[in-house]
């Protein structure tokens, strides 16, 4: 797709504080972060501290939304099958980066997995990278990466956007299948990046739970629906990982569902703020009266209800059937603090209809 004319709205992204934000805390002063926790729990815990951000710079592209904001450089956690690597801040990066990429129609965070930076000043390039995929427990799916700026000024970025990694289902379907570039311009300035809110947190670092999210005016923060609220019969819960698998079956059929079956929807989310789980390998088995009337894995999929889920075509599900639910491996997406010791081993879970 040809780039088109982008959307400059809100583009000072170094406005200090939490402008458009509420649910952080009060500012404090600080501009490196405390040791990270040596007893950490396998599960969601709370970090060390939390930070706020500049206000959003924007642009658009059809349905294409982003919006780039930047806070303190600060340490991460990349994921490979089963492992986890560390990234710290290294001298020289001025900023966290951070792009949330979303259907201006439906508000749905879009789970692409490829979105590339390429940022210059004076027609120089400065920065050139592919951003991480991440999940935050204050900002939920994101692209994001440590960068080095060339001080105090303005700048010129241009978002690379791949085409949309999952089934798109209902007002969603084959919206998002070509990628596109957005260029959007944000300010820098050190001085207004120092004062960014940022609250450590002594009394509850290590400890099981999570900050809430962030609430954003002018951006949406990812999520998916309770299990009260789900659009379909819901057959289930369970948790696994740390992580709460959801089973239903929809409401609506999409339309690739074949006659006489019926659409099965596994919704992997985390604990506290339901944050989807995106680019996990999910399989299910579905068994009736000891017979096995399903067994396969199940496509990444998101919808304008649904949110992002793991789905199938099945026979319709009947009472007393059982559902075994088998996440074969971790969401590979990058961690920040808080995250990175939580849904990467799994075990069966069964659940009965």
Request: aromatic share 8%.
């Amino acid at each position: 797709m040809e780039r088109r004319d982008f959307l400059r709205a809100g583009a000072t992204l170094g406005i200090a504080g939490l402008a458009g934000c509420t649910g952080l805390f009060e500012t404090t002063s600080a501009n490196a972060p405390p040791p990270v926790v040596e007893d950490r729990p396998d599960a969601v815990y709370y970090p060390t501290h939390v930070e706020g951000h500049g206000k959003p710079a924007m642009a658009e592209d059809g349905r294409y939304r982003l919006a780039l904001v930047y806070s303190y450089p600060h340490r991460f956690w990349t994921i490979a099958g089963t492992d986890t690597n560390k990234v710290s801040i290294a001298d020289g990066d001025d900023v966290h980066l951070m792009a949330t990429v979303w259907d201006a129609e439906t508000g749905r965070v879009l789970p692409t997995a490829n979105v590339s930076a390429e940022i210059s000043r004076d027609g120089e390039r400065v920065d050139s990278r592919d951003l991480w995929p991440m999940l935050s427990q204050n900002m939920g799916y994101h692209f994001g990466d440590n960068v080095s700026l060339d001080g105090d000024g303005t700048y010129t970025a241009e978002i690379g956007i791949g085409a949309m990694q999952a089934r798109g289902i209902g007002d969603l379907a084959g919206a998002f299948d070509e990628p596109t570039t957005l260029e959007v311009e944000f300010e820098y300035s050190e001085a207004e990046k120092n004062d960014i809110s940022y609250e450590e947190l002594p009394d509850r670092q290590g400890q099981q739970g999570a900050v809430e999210a962030m609430e954003m005016e002018m951006m949406p923060v990812s999520g998916v629906p309770e299990a009260s609220d789900f659009p379909g019969e819901v057959h289930g819960e369970a948790t696994s990982g740390d992580a709460a698998f959801v089973a239903a079956t929809a409401d609506e059929t999409p339309e690739f569902v074949g006659d006489d079956l019926t659409y099965l929807v596994v919704s992997p989310r985390t604990p506290h703020n339901r944050f989807p789980l995106p680019f996990m390998s999910v399989s299910a088995t579905l068994t009736r009266d000891g017979e096995t009337a399903f067994d396969d894995s199940l496509d990444a999929a998101i919808g304008p209800e649904l949110g992002y889920h793991y789905g199938a075509e099945v026979p319709p599900v009947e009472s007393g059937d059982e559902l075994t639910i088998a996440p074969e491996s971790p969401p590979q997406i990058s961690r920040h603090e808080g995250y990175e010791t939580a849904f990467m081993s799994f075990e069966e879970v069964t659940l009965t209809a």
